[in-house]
């Protein structure tokens, strides 16, 4: 036995105490973490990603007391995922949004459709989630399915979506929206999806459509074209309907 063997002390008492400070270290992390959680969600609420820090990330996937912070349950990125663990063959943006309009974030998704699109990206970003010819995979799925397509069991995707222009998806887009939206969400949710590289761009396109009367402006606000506003042919030429009230 060493020297230094021969100076630890071990009690019952010693043993408790140790195990009342580890429990104390413990319930302070645990309380440490739940704040973390709350400020990380806020600042993902409201589109502030950055703020961040990177090495959440990394220590979410080397240690398990951190993983909470990714693809919880009742969180966008969690929600998510649940979504695109059922769907080995990919499954589109607008499926993903229509599964989770009718789930526990549905109120959220109304409120702040920004959010999901923001969660899309961090599953991305994370290497969580794959994006292949319009579709988007689980990492796990997108596995699965290049090697069931190498081994010719499935065929390749159409890639349908990869073909829409940047106008078709604005479109799209403000469709689903019937009482408008403003021209700030539009430019959040287009660049975060990755649609367009910057924010100039998506005005550019949006001038574009309502100049083709594919969409209709007023005060900063897009409105879908109900069938009263869609463009008519009159013999002196085109001509607009009756607007639909901004309101």
Do not use: C, H
């Amino acid at each position: 036995m060493s020297d230094s063997d021969a100076n630890i002390v071990i009690s019952a008492e010693s043993v408790r105490q140790k195990a009342d400070e580890v429990a104390e270290l413990e319930r302070k992390a645990a309380k440490g973490r739940e704040e973390l959680q709350l400020l990380v969600n806020y600042l993902r609420f409201i589109g502030r990603d950055d703020w961040v820090p990177s090495n959440l990330v990394i220590l979410s996937r080397e240690e398990n007391s951190f993983q909470p912070l990714r693809n919880e349950p009742g969180t966008w990125t969690g929600e998510t995922m649940r979504v695109l663990a059922s769907a080995p063959n990919g499954v589109s943006l607008t499926a993903i949004r229509d599964a989770l309009a009718k789930g526990e974030l549905a109120e959220r998704l109304k409120n702040n459709p920004n959010g999901f699109y923001n969660g899309v990206s961090r599953l991305e970003s994370n290497g969580d989630a794959v994006r292949y010819k319009g579709m988007v995979f689980s990492k796990a799925n997108y596995d699965a399915f290049m090697a069931r397509l190498a081994r010719g069991e499935v065929e390749d995707l159409s890639g349908e979506d990869e073909r829409r222009t940047v106008a078709d998806v604005l479109v799209e887009y403000i469709e689903k929206y019937s009482g408008g939206v403003a021209t700030k969400q539009i430019v959040q949710d287009m660049v975060a999806l990755g649609v367009v590289p910057s924010a100039a761009s998506v005005y550019n396109v949006l001038s574009k459509i309502v100049r083709a009367e594919r969409v209709r402006r007023d005060k900063g606000i897009y409105f879908p074209l109900n069938e009263m506003d869609r463009p008519q042919t009159t013999e002196s030429g085109p001509e607009t309907g009756q607007r639909a009230n901004a309101d």
